[in-house]
């Protein structure tokens, strides 16, 4: 013996209530298989949940497919939803006021477009961190830095070695060094000289040899 128990404190409830329920009960008896007191079980070709006014099909499954067709499908549960294979959508966003991640905990995360990769950070900062060496790749093309400002931090200073000129070795009474001049070495390493009324890179590319 199966029961069904349904409460609601609203009239407009009851009803909708009643008409899912009777429509269930018409699946279960349509495909004539009952199993056991703790599950129901029904076997149909196609299963099809429609919207009572508009008609519109809000779910549909068969052997082939199942489709979803509600404007907004939402998992709540904790640990989200899982999918072994691949998820083709073309709009992935978060929620209103809430933060979209996209995370690989323990592998790495590729983004690849034949055609293109654009970031955009229309009203914010963008950033880039990593532990090890960042690498910004053009096989063909450049590597392009448009703003008002560029700063490169944290590189090394270049000091004067000792076969260059005691007019170009910088005084102890000197007053402090404020203009540097941006140098780079063979490899292509970037570091710092102080500026002079010359180029001083080659007076203190001794930084080259242990880099």
């Given at each position: 013996?199966?029961?069904?128990?349904?409460?609601?404190?609203s009239?407009q409830?009851d009803?909708?209530?009643i008409?899912?329920?009777?429509a269930?009960?018409?699946?279960?008896?349509?495909?004539?298989?009952?199993?056991?007191?703790?599950?129901?079980?029904a076997?149909?070709?196609?299963?099809?949940?429609?919207a009572s006014?508009s008609?519109?099909?809000?779910?549909?499954?068969?052997?082939?497919?199942?489709?979803?067709?509600?404007?907004?499908l939402?998992?709540t549960?904790?640990?989200?939803?899982?999918?072994g294979?691949?998820?083709?959508?073309?709009?992935i966003?978060?929620?209103?006021?809430?933060?979209?991640?996209?995370?690989s905990p323990?592998?790495?995360?590729?983004?690849?477009?034949?055609?293109?990769?654009q970031?955009n950070?229309?009203a914010?900062?963008?950033?880039?961190?990593?532990?090890?060496?960042?690498?910004?790749?053009?096989?063909?093309?450049?590597?392009?830095l448009?703003?008002d400002?560029?700063?490169?931090?944290n590189?090394?200073?270049g000091?004067?070695?000792?076969?260059?000129?005691s007019?170009?070795?910088?005084s102890?009474s000197?007053?402090?060094?404020?203009?540097?001049?941006?140098?780079?070495?063979?490899?292509?390493k970037?570091?710092?000289?102080?500026?002079g009324?010359?180029?001083?890179?080659?007076?203190?590319?001794?930084?080259?040899?242990?880099?």
């Amino acid at each position: 013996m199966y029961f069904i128990q349904f409460q609601s404190s609203s009239p407009q409830n009851d009803k909708a209530g009643i008409r899912k329920l009777l429509a269930l009960l018409a699946i279960i008896l349509e495909s004539k298989q009952m199993r056991g007191a703790d599950a129901v079980e029904a076997q149909c070709k196609r299963f099809e949940v429609r919207a009572s006014e508009s008609g519109k099909v809000l779910f549909s499954a068969d052997e082939d497919e199942i489709v979803v067709g509600a404007d907004r499908l939402k998992v709540t549960g904790t640990e989200g939803a899982v999918f072994g294979h691949s998820v083709e959508t073309p709009h992935i966003r978060a929620e209103p006021s809430q933060d979209l991640k996209l995370e690989s905990p323990t592998r790495s995360l590729v983004m690849e477009a034949p055609r293109g990769v654009q970031v955009n950070a229309a009203a914010g900062d963008l950033k880039a961190t990593c532990r090890k060496e960042l690498h910004l790749q053009s096989t063909e093309g450049e590597i392009f830095l448009n703003a008002d400002t560029i700063r490169l931090g944290n590189l090394p200073v270049g000091s004067f070695s000792s076969s260059s000129s005691s007019s170009s070795s910088p005084s102890s009474s000197a007053p402090r060094q404020t203009i540097y001049e941006l140098c780079v070495c063979p490899n292509g390493k970037l570091y710092l000289s102080p500026a002079g009324a010359s180029s001083t890179c080659q007076s203190s590319s001794n930084i080259c040899l242990w880099s």
